[in-house]
């Protein structure tokens, strides 16, 4: 197929959004309606979404497409008229074509159009079109070609669809609702090479959205609008004083006033330019969650269970940089719920419980954080067979099992090479342990945290911060050098006195209220010189990492401040305790501590 000519650029940006946003919707509704086969709405939604798609791929000459979503559409008409009834082989069928539309679209976004063997998923679809697949005896009266080519009805909604994926076409209004009469039928195109299509991946492959651009509300772009406004206010002012100043038309008492107050003026115009700025990078977390549905269907009948998934808070806002890079973390965890955790019906049975499985997807804000959980009412984390794997893979010593806590036995399914599978399959772990989730979740300076009970269920908790671009800090001095803490992770500070530590198997502790504190010196981790004299007083600054703790000893406390994270390039980027650098208001760089790493680090378990 030839690519497109670059004057139909901006229909082709048209069609792709448009085509996105129904295909993104389009899983989640065939999932619901298999569930809810007499929902009719639904049902006529679904239709007229491969419809739009059918008409608009038609107008740009699309042949493949065509091809696909017109015996789809054909099939969907059949069992809008209650010719067919849903079944989950029918859907089976229908999912299957719509996985193929994707690829054909994403080639067409990548500007790649690829030859595509579509003959097979089509031959899949033709019995569903013929008379003896019909669910009444009263269908097959209807003439052979109204089942493979029916008529659309002219209705408002179809057209009102229709006339938003091709507004240049608005001349030819017939064809919005059937192909061009240059386009062949789809029935008569030739056949193309047989080169089977890729099945979509359930993670990124087959997200057709881009999220190098995004969607804004007009109305936080006006309030973004107002907040310029008054930064070019506050400019011109700022300007004004300068020249006063240069021409020594301001006396020194006018000077700092007038200074004063411009800088109380620009630190709230900015600190709202920010908060704007950062509301239009958030993306609704229904971005990865509307995918899951689909997933868990797919896996439920792979594996012969039954699932209710429910999903709560996907209204649930934050940074798209974070969107961008959760969706594989969450599939992980959803397959290995669904692999590891969910029993099959008649072992739930005989074991007391109800047939169908649960199993709870849910975001929620809290402070500057989301937190995600993935929960099921499954057999739960066995601690006695993970420790019995580990000791066997070499991972853990049988000493070293002993004395590990409920919380650390939890933990080791994140060691790399870790599973309780004797052998890999296609469904949850592909060979790859949980040590991918967690190195991923580390990567946006978040926490992963376990609870299960045996018998009786998991939760996995993901902590992730709103955005990976601006963090509250803890700026602490450590003989005379500024760092800076992520202040989520702070959990208090302390002025103690240093002969106070005991020092335990070689480490520094602080009995703290009814705990005992493992310390680290920041000076020895970063390897900082010492500047100052030694003072018996100094501050401990208490971090914490899922149930885990630590003392980060410091000089100083400097205070609390909004920084901006820069990265250290490739070079420098995985040194162990550091999550970045920022710049501080008088120019200097402060690298900004990563406590997760710290405490993951430190030398036999310390802080678990």
């Known amino acids: 197929m030839p690519p497109i000519d670059c004057e139909d650029q901006e229909l082709l940006e048209g069609f792709l959004t448009e085509t996105t946003e129904l295909l993104e919707k389009l899983d989640d509704d065939l999932v619901v309606l298999e569930k809810s086969s007499d929902d009719a709405d639904l049902l006529n939604r679904i239709f007229r979404s491969i419809h739009t798609v059918k008409g608009a791929s038609s107008f740009l000459g699309f042949d493949l497409l065509v091809?696909?979503?017109?015996?789809t559409e054909d099939v969907l008409n059949r069992l809008r008229k209650?010719?067919?009834?849903?079944?989950?082989?029918?859907?089976?069928?229908?999912?299957?074509?719509?996985d193929l539309v994707k690829v054909l679209v994403s080639d067409i976004k990548a500007g790649e159009i690829q030859e595509r063997e579509v003959d097979g998923t089509i031959a899949k679809l033709l019995p569903l079109l013929s008379d003896s697949a019909g669910a009444h005896p009263q269908s097959a009266a209807a003439p052979a070609a109204q089942a493979t080519t029916p008529a659309v009805e002219p209705t408002p909604a179809t057209a009102a669809v229709a006339e938003t994926v091709a507004p240049a076409a608005q001349a030819t209004p017939t064809q919005k609702t059937a192909p061009l009469p240059a386009v062949k039928p789809a029935d008569e195109v030739a056949p193309r090479k047989t080169t089977p299509p890729p099945k979509p991946i359930e993670g990124k492959g087959d997200d057709l959205s881009d999220n190098s651009t995004v969607r804004v509300d007009v109305k936080r772009l006006d309030d973004l609008m107002n907040q310029v406004g008054e930064l070019v206010l506050e400019r011109n002012r700022m300007i004004q004083i300068n020249q006063n100043l240069q021409q020594g038309d301001v006396k020194k008492a006018d000077f700092n006033e007038e200074f004063g107050k411009l800088t109380k003026r620009m630190n709230f115009v900015t600190s709202e330019l920010q908060m704007q700025v950062l509301k239009m990078r958030m993306l609704p977390v229904e971005k990865v969650f509307k995918k899951f549905p689909r997933i868990v269907r797919s896996m439920a009948r792979d594996l012969g269970k039954e699932v209710d998934l429910r999903i709560f808070g996907e209204e649930t806002e934050l940074d798209r940089s974070v969107v961008d890079e959760i969706g594989d973390p969450l599939i992980h965890l959803i397959r290995n719920a669904m692999d590891h955790g969910l029993e099959t019906p008649d072992e739930r049975v005989a074991a007391g419980k109800q047939r169908v499985g649960t199993l709870v997807l849910s975001a929620v804000h809290e402070g500057n954080q989301i937190i995600i959980s993935i929960k099921d009412d499954g057999r739960g984390i066995d601690t006695d067979r993970v420790g019995r794997k580990a000791v066997e893979k070499g991972l853990v010593s049988e000493d070293q099992l002993a004395a590990m806590s409920q919380r650390e036995l939890f933990d080791l399914i994140f060691l790399p090479g870790f599973s309780t599978k004797d052998k890999a399959n296609d469904l949850s772990g592909r060979g790859v342990g949980m040590d991918v989730v967690k190195t991923n979740i580390k990567k946006l300076n978040g926490l992963i945290?376990?609870?299960?009970?045996?018998?009786?269920?998991?939760?996995?908790?993901?902590?992730?911060?709103?955005t990976l671009a601006i963090i509250q800090s803890l700026l602490v001095e450590v003989e005379g050098e500024v760092?800076?803490?992520?202040?989520?992770?702070?959990?208090?500070?302390l002025r103690v006195d240093q002969r106070q530590f005991h020092i335990i198997g070689g480490q520094e502790m602080l009995k703290l209220r009814d705990m005992v504190l493992p310390l680290v010196r920041l000076e020895k981790v970063f390897n900082i010189r010492k500047r100052y004299a030694k003072d018996d007083f100094c501050y401990v600054v208490v971090v914490g990492a899922a149930d885990k703790r630590m003392g980060l000893v410091v000089?100083?406390?400097?205070?609390?401040?909004?920084?901006?994270i820069k990265s250290l390039g490739n070079y420098l980027a995985k040194i162990q305790g550091i999550a970045g650098s920022t710049i501080l208001g008088d120019g200097c760089v402060a690298l900004i501590v990563d406590p997760v790493g710290l405490i993951?680090?430190?030398?036999?378990?310390?802080?678990?």
């Open 67 to 71: 091809k696909v979503t017109h015996k």
């Open 82 to 98: 209650g010719e067919l009834q849903v079944t989950p082989e029918i859907m089976d069928v229908i999912l299957e074509a719509t």
């Open 449 to 466: 945290e376990i609870k299960s009970e045996k018998n009786n269920g998991s939760e996995f908790i993901l902590r992730l911060p709103l």
């Open 483 to 493: 760092y800076s803490i992520p202040l989520s992770s702070v959990l208090e500070t």
């Open 555 to 564: 000089t100083r406390l400097v205070g609390q401040q909004e920084v901006a």
């Open 600 to 608: 993951d680090g430190a030398e036999g378990g310390v802080g678990r």
